[in-house]
């Protein structure tokens, strides 16, 4: 079983930034993909990013590419979204998940899913 907890959301203020982290535990899953994704009120969830555990490769939703960075440090086992130029239709809860599956924008191939963090952007 794999445990994943996100931190790092708040309300940040349109134009601003924002890390999630994501914190693994459990067991080892070395050869997984980690995501990001989002669900707005009312809204289905989206893919934001997600990067490879194995060769550190990266993708990104369209929407968002040019304002997220997505990192992991194996040795914390944890994986990290950098957000800037935040607008207010940002705003939703953030998962992390994680598959093994590669880096597909798909949320029903993902095994492990956190909690979830959320982010409010204010205008």
């Known amino acids: 079983q794999v445990q994943l907890v996100e931190s790092g959301g708040g309300v940040v203020q349109a134009g601003g930034s924002l890390t999630l982290s994501c914190a693994a535990s459990?067991?080892?899953?070395?050869?997984?993909?980690v995501g990001w994704f989002r669900q707005a009120p009312g809204k289905e969830r989206e893919f934001v990013a997600a990067?490879?555990?194995?060769?550190?490769?990266?993708r990104y939703a369209e929407s968002m590419k040019g304002r997220l960075t997505i990192s992991l440090d194996n040795i914390k086992n944890s994986v990290y979204l950098q957000m800037k130029s935040l607008k207010p239709e940002d705003t939703a809860v953030y998962y992390c998940?994680?598959?093994?599956?590669?880096?597909?924008?798909?949320?029903?191939?993902?095994?492990?899913w956190g909690q979830g963090t959320q982010v409010t952007v204010s205008s």
């Open positions: 998940a994680a598959t093994p599956g590669g880096l597909v924008p798909y949320d029903a191939l993902y095994r492990y």
């Open positions: 459990g067991r080892t899953f070395s050869s997984y993909a």
């Open positions: 990067i490879s555990r194995t060769d550190g490769r990266t």
